[in-house]
């Protein structure tokens, strides 16, 4: 009796001993590690259930994890609030590239119905909505105009305010439509207001050639 008391102590302590230290399977454990499974011809099988099966563990624990075989099939893991999906190249962008895409079936965007938007910097720079609309979150300015080429920043189209439209090249305004339709065209301080002329076309040549047609409803003046 003594002797199996003895037996039983001793089997205690070096089972105590081995869980402190981490339990190694198929080789010794790392440091860190409780238990370092150890195999270069087999694997780890973590438990296969269905969504309905996961969704019926009771009080999940953090960072419990398991393979679900139907639905959207992978790996799901708990975060101590909800399931969370681990990605993979097949089900998930990176930035570095994706391959093996599927124009029919792969994009960037939302499933419901809310806007998508992009950012730099964390700021907000241009946003998709959900009718179909794209929105530049910034207006812009002649000298970086909103939408511009990479090669030449400085031309483009930009918002110079309310309802008021601008272009320019090189940095500087060239022309702009205002709310009410008026055209100006090289020349900021002239036809933007009620009763002035809708187009004004300036040329510091002496003459003036078109290749078409010009048609006004109303009489052309030459500014002098």
Do not use: H
């Amino acid at each position: 009796m003594k002797k199996l008391f003895i037996t039983l102590v001793c089997s205690v302590a070096m089972a105590t001993t081995a869980f402190s230290q981490g339990v190694g399977i198929g080789g010794t454990p790392a440091a860190s590690a409780m238990l370092d499974v150890q195999s270069t011809t087999r694997g780890l099988l973590v438990p296969r259930m269905t969504l309905a099966q996961r969704g019926a563990i009771a009080s999940p624990a953090n960072g419990l994890l398991i393979y679900q075989t139907d639905g959207l099939v992978g790996f799901w893991y708990y975060d101590g609030t909800n399931w969370r999906y681990l990605l993979n190249n097949s089900t998930g962008w990176f930035t570095t590239g994706n391959t093996g895409t599927d124009a029919a079936t792969n994009f960037v965007g939302t499933t419901d119905a809310q806007a998508l938007t992009f950012r730099t910097n964390n700021t907000p720079r241009l946003r998709i909505a959900n009718g179909n609309q794209l929105f530049a979150l910034s207006d812009g300015t002649a000298a970086a105009p909103f939408y511009s080429w990479e090669t030449d920043s400085n031309t483009g189209i930009y918002r110079i305010g309310a309802d008021i439209l601008g272009f320019s090249t090189n940095g500087v305004e060239r022309a702009r439509v205002a709310a009410n339709g008026q055209l100006s065209i090289n020349e900021l301080n002239n036809n933007l207001g009620a009763g002035v002329a809708a187009l004004r076309v300036r040329n510091n040549s002496s003459n003036v050639n078109y290749k078409s047609n010009l048609l006004f409803s109303r009489d052309l003046n030459k500014k002098t």
